[in-house]
């Protein structure tokens, strides 16, 4: 079952990177420009820079192998949950992420989707009445922004950013010994307002660093994500993306608890970034 999901994430990636790169090379040497014709020559995309006052677009899909650790619950019971990014891949869970940026001249405006399902088979109940327990969560989270450009060199770019993440959070609880009250299924809206930044340094016309973070909170106490992203330029128009994200989030509604999700979540990404513009 791994080795299929490995060889399916594998054409994933691969074929949202063709799709482009190919029909670049397949219009013939009469489309090519004297760069073009030598393939040794490196084929930098020009940067958009704070004089530039078209609108840019990068559209990137991703996946995320996030392993899972903290507190999660409702309705006065609690479980400790430690899943490891190995025990989802065995079984299919991951996280699926979408990222949408927009620029003209230094106004940045990205968009994050992301949709994690995560599962843990044997949790530790807090109560000593039961067993295990069986962790079920479904996390969907959008997270809208707006930001400056406050560096931007042709090697180095750095983006000031301010916006929103909202949460949706599906739990379900199924604590054994089975009895009555023993599911639980509690949901959760929230949002929390959130700032932070993004550094962007190429390493060579082919190769870049990004890391990126943020901080805030609102509905939870305490909301913050960091992320690096090593990128590999495949053609003009497709980015190769390879990294590693941390997301921590602290949520509990007051006493009586409804509602427990306190858990940090890490894991490798992989992605195509696409230069639509």
């Known amino acids: 079952m791994r080795s299929y999901y490995k060889t399916w994430f594998t054409a994933f990636a691969l074929t949202l990177a063709l799709l482009l790169c190919i029909p670049a090379v397949a219009q013939g040497p009469s489309n090519l420009t004297v760069q073009d014709q030598t393939p040794n020559v490196p084929t930098p995309k020009p940067a958009a820079s704070a004089d530039d006052d078209q609108w840019h677009f990068d559209f990137t899909p991703y996946l995320w192998f996030a392993g899972v650790s903290g507190t999660v619950g409702g309705f006065g019971r609690d479980a400790s949950v430690h899943v490891s990014p190995g025990d989802l891949l065995s079984h299919f869970h991951l996280g699926l992420m979408a990222n949408v940026e927009a620029r003209k001249n230094r106004l940045v405006l990205p968009l994050d989707f992301m949709w994690i399902n995560l599962q843990a088979g044997k949790a530790t109940p807090f109560d000593p009445g039961l067993s295990s ?97 090593l990128g590999f330029r495949l053609c003009r128009v497709a980015i190769l993306d390879l990294g590693w994200r941390y997301l921590y989030v602290d949520y509990q509604t007051n006493a009586p608890k409804l509602a427990v999700f306190d858990v940090h979540e890490s894991g490798a990404l992989l992605g195509v970034t696409f230069n639509l513009k």
Do not use: C
Request: proline share 4%; glycine share 14%; aromatic share 10%.
């Open 133 to 229: 327990v069986q962790v079920k969560s479904t996390e969907t989270i959008l997270a809208p922004k707006v930001g400056y450009r406050i560096v931007d060199r042709e090697k180095v770019k750095v983006d000031a950013l301010v916006g929103i993440r909202y949460w949706h959070l599906g739990e379900h609880l199924n604590f054994q010994p089975s009895g009555l009250f023993n599911n639980l299924s509690p949901t959760q809206n929230w949002v929390d307002g959130v700032a932070g930044g993004k550094f962007m340094f190429a390493l060579s016309p082919k190769a870049s660093v990004t890391v990126a973070g943020d901080a805030g909170g609102g509905g939870s106490s305490l909301d913050y994500q960091v992320a690096g992203v």
